[in-house]
């Protein structure tokens, strides 16, 4: 009988802290949450990655064991998202989050720990469904865990938590002091006082800088965007939905000398060629003059940038007057901390309709003076323009510096 030793710690002087973030590869919001913690705690800790559902996980995904590996559960929630399969979609949340079942996640990390060399010092969670078996993992190896979650409805980050959580090291981190986050969280869940803190939303840094004038006009220099111009930013996340064309659609009948306005609009099409390809025959069958790079002007002056994916995303928002966007969390409060006026597609095919925790943001939103939901996008007509000529002063939300935030919290978690 072969016994299995347990991993011998590396000596720790001389080598940073080791901090392991688990994210899921479903949408583009938890990759954007991390990269974002790598910005921030990379110059200290040693900072890794892993797609916990696909990785350490893996073998819990009937999909990915029946393929293997070549197509995950993950791979099916967006290409559901992105051809709006949404009854499919939430049928597949509701009954496939229920393979996840804490003793089996339990001993995946185990078999996880024998294998490294050096333990994680902190284990970081943007990902929902697995945390408490993630937790009871956590706990047996005294390990600090910390779940940051990438929604406003953290609700399905404690999925399967019992009513007291005995982990002395764990705490979960909100975005925002707002009773309606609290009371929807904690719905099945009660947490101590200490177990719970406030860091704000797992923004990029870019998203926490106030920018100058120079600043906001190299930006627009960057992305060749006309200095005369106000601008409006669609985005329909990381990949690319589909709506985003029949946005498009609608958004192409705004005349702006009808309102006495010059109007350029950025479409980000993320990863969707396809859908993107639509757009730009879309535009030219409409009379559109191509100008070259990736901008059209319609015969209205209406002026559209047709762009892929950009990895500096946040910089358009920042240089934008307005931002349409889907109810993810994640463009939605990075637009709230850019300080940004805010449409959310709440139309019968978003997913806002489907997803609860994506719900959830549209009352937010207008509960706090932040910006309006579009039922139908005809309104988008006359909602633009409105904005843009009456804009209405937002109301306070109080905004926490996560990047103060979470060094402050990592070191006390660590040291």
């Known amino acids: 009988m072969v016994i299995q030793a347990n991993p011998i710690p590396l000596p720790v002087i001389g080598r940073k802290k080791k901090i392991l973030v688990l994210i899921s590869l479903g949408g583009g919001g938890h990759k954007t949450a991390a990269e974002s913690l790598r910005q921030i705690l990379g110059s200290q800790y040693d900072v890794e990655i892993n797609p916990v559902m696909a990785d350490i996980l893996g073998h819990m995904d009937p999909l990915n064991g029946l393929t293997r590996g070549r197509f995950t559960g993950e791979d099916l929630y967006n290409f559901l998202i992105k051809n709006q399969f949404n009854k499919i979609l939430r049928w597949i949340v509701i009954y496939g989050s229920r393979v996840w079942k804490a003793k089996r996640i339990e001993k995946g990390f185990k078999k996880y720990f024998q294998k490294q060399q050096q333990l994680p010092d902190l284990i970081i969670s943007v990902t929902p469904f697995i945390n408490y078996g993630t937790a009871l993992a956590t706990q047996r190896r005294d390990i600090p865990f910390l779940i940051i979650p990438t929604d406003l409805d953290a609700s399905t980050f404690l999925q399967g938590f019992p009513k007291q959580l005995t982990h002395h090291q764990f705490k979960i981190a909100l975005a925002y002091d707002d009773p309606e986050i609290k009371k929807t969280t904690f719905n099945k869940s009660e947490f101590r006082d200490e177990q719970m803190t406030i860091t704000g939303f797992p923004v990029r840094p870019a998203c926490l800088k106030k ?26 996340g990381a990949v690319g939905g589909n709506l985003i064309l029949d946005h498009v659609k609608v958004l192409s009948k705004l005349d702006p000398r009808e309102h006495q306005l010059q109007l350029q609009m950025n479409i980000c099409i993320g990863h969707n060629k396809k859908v993107g390809k639509k757009i730009r025959n879309f535009l030219l069958e409409q009379g559109a003059r191509f100008l070259g790079r990736h901008t059209f002007i319609l015969p209205s002056g209406l002026v559209m940038h047709v762009r892929g994916y950009c990895p500096d995303l946040a910089e358009m928002m920042a240089a934008s007057d307005i931002v349409i966007t889907k109810t993810g969390s994640c463009t939605v409060n990075e637009a709230i901390y850019l300080g940004k006026k805010i449409l959310l597609d709440n139309t019968p095919d978003s997913t806002a309709r489907y997803l609860d925790w994506e719900a959830f943001n549209v009352p937010f939103v207008e509960r706090n003076g932040l910006g309006y939901a579009f039922s139908d996008n005809e309104q988008l007509l006359m909602l633009i323009p409105s904005l843009l000529k009456y804009p209405e002063k937002r109301r306070s939300l109080e905004l926490p510096n996560f990047e103060e935030n979470i060094l402050k919290l990592v070191q006390e978690l660590i040291e």
Do not use: D, N
């Open 211 to 236: 920018y100058s004038r120079e600043e906001l006009r190299s930006i627009r220099i960057k992305f060749h965007l006309f200095e005369s111009h106000q601008t409006v930013t669609l985005i329909m």
